[in-house]
C-alpha cells in the first residue's frame, strides 16, 4: 500500500511538473505600432503568432503590445531587448537605410504587394544581409505596401496645383517624389495624420490607400490622386532582438523560420493587398473624389521620377552592394512570385473575413 502510494505521489509530481514546464513556454513580446485595426494588428501578427505557437508545439507564444514607442523608436527598442519583436517602416529612419528604397521606387506597372514582399525577402537575403543596414537586429521577414497615394483636402486638376502645399510624408522615396512635385514636406508618423489635417497643418497626405479607413483620412482629406503603379511603394522589415533569437533552442529556431522568412514577408503583403480594397471601399462609402490624372500628366511625373532608380544604384553602390544586378534581380523575382500560389483566407487570421 505504501508503494501504492509512493508511485501515485510520484505520477502527481511528474504531472506537475510537466504542467509547469508547459506554462513556462517561452513568450515573445511583439511591440507594434499604428492602430489597433492597422492590417498589421488584426491580421499579421494574430495569424504569425498562431503559426509560431503550432511550429513550436505550444514552446514558443506570442504576445502583442501596442504603444511601447514611436515608430522611428522601434529600431532600438528591440536592439536594447526592451521587446523581442517588432516591425519597422525604413522611411521613418532617415540616414540608416538606403538599399530598402528598391522597392519603393515608381514602377508605373501594377503588381499585388504579397509578390512584391516575397520578391524584396528574396532580394535581401541575395543582396543586402550582409549590407549592415539592420545591424543589431534579426531580420525576420520584409513587406512592401501598396501602391503611394496623395490625399488631400481639395480637388486638382494638374500637378501644377500641388506646388507648395503641405502634405505628410514618411521618408525614403516619398521625399524624393515630394520634391519632385515641389510639395512642401511635414514628416509626420501616419498616427498623426488624421490631426494634422484636421487642425489644419496639412493639406494633405502622401500613404498608401489602406490609411484612408486605418487611419481614418478619408473622413478629412476626401480627394484621392492616384498614379499608375503608385507615387511611390513602402519599405518595412519585421525583426527580432538577436539575443532572444539565441536563446530559443535549435528546434524552436527551426520551427520559427519555417513560418518566418518568406512565409512572413508574404504574409505581410497578402495584409496589404486586403487592407488597401478595403480603404478604398471605406472611402468610397463616404463619397470621396478618386482622381485619374490626364496621360500627359502622368508622363510629366514618370519624367520627374526618371533619375531616381539610377541615384539609388549608385547610392546602393556606395554600400558595396552591386545596385544593377540587385534591381534586375528583384523585378525578376517579382515577376516569378506573381506567378506562384498566393496565401488562400483560410489561412489567415482575419476577422473581417
Do not use: C
Not at 490607400?209 to 499608375?228: D, H, I, K
Amino acid at each position: 500500500m505504501k508503494m501504492h502510494k509512493l508511485a501515485t505521489l510520484t505520477t502527481f509530481t511528474a504531472l506537475s511538473l510537466g504542467a509547469f514546464h508547459s506554462a513556462a513556454a517561452t513568450e515573445l513580446t511583439v511591440s507594434t505600432w499604428a492602430g489597433p485595426n492597422h492590417g498589421v494588428n488584426t491580421i499579421v501578427w494574430p495569424t504569425w503568432a498562431n503559426w509560431v505557437e503550432e511550429a513550436t508545439e505550444g514552446r514558443v507564444t506570442v504576445n502583442v503590445v501596442h504603444d511601447m514607442g514611436p515608430p522611428n523608436a522601434q529600431m532600438e527598442l528591440i536592439a536594447d531587448g526592451v521587446a523581442d519583436v517588432t516591425w519597422l517602416f525604413h522611411g521613418l529612419m532617415p540616414g540608416r537605410f538606403e538599399l530598402t528604397k528598391l522597392p519603393e521606387l515608381p514602377t508605373f506597372e501594377d503588381f499585388s504587394s504579397e509578390a512584391a514582399s516575397v520578391a524584396y525577402w528574396r532580394t535581401h537575403n541575395e543582396y543586402f544581409a550582409d549590407a549592415g543596414e539592420h545591424r543589431g537586429v534579426e531580420v525576420i521577414g520584409m513587406g512592401v505596401h501598396g501602391p503611394g497615394a496623395l490625399f488631400l483636402k481639395d480637388n486638382i486638376d494638374s500637378l501644377d496645383d500641388l506646388r507648395g502645399k503641405r502634405v505628410r510624408i514618411g521618408g525614403g522615396v516619398m521625399s524624393d517624389i515630394s520634391n519632385a512635385l515641389e510639395l512642401t514636406g511635414v514628416a509626420l508618423p501616419p498616427a498623426s495624420t488624421y490631426e494634422a489635417a484636421t487642425q489644419g497643418v496639412i493639406d494633405g497626405a502622401m500613404l498608401t490607400l489602406e490609411g484612408l479607413r486605418s487611419f481614418r483620412l478619408a473622413e478629412v482629406l476626401p480627394y484621392t490622386v492616384q498614379m499608375p503603379g503608385g507615387f511611390y511603394r513602402g519599405s518595412f522589415s519585421l525583426v527580432m532582438n538577436p539575443d532572444t533569437w539565441a536563446s530559443l533552442s535549435d528546434e524552436d529556431r527551426e520551427a520559427i523560420e519555417s513560418v518566418s522568412g518568406e512565409k512572413l514577408s508574404q504574409l505581410f503583403g497578402y495584409m496589404m493587398d486586403v487592407v488597401d480594397v478595403r480603404g478604398i471601399e471605406f472611402a468610397e462609402e463616404r463619397g470621396n473624389t478618386f482622381i485619374e490624372l490626364p496621360a500627359e500628366e502622368v508622363e510629366r511625373f514618370q519624367q520627374m521620377a526618371a533619375e531616381l532608380p539610377g541615384a539609388w544604384k549608385e547610392a546602393a553602390s556606395d554600400k558595396g552592394v552591386d545596385g544593377e544586378a540587385a534591381h534586375a534581380y528583384f523585378f525578376e523575382q517579382l515577376e516569378a512570385a506573381e506567378g506562384e500560389e498566393g496565401l488562400s483566407a483560410d489561412e489567415v487570421s482575419d476577422p473581417e473575413a
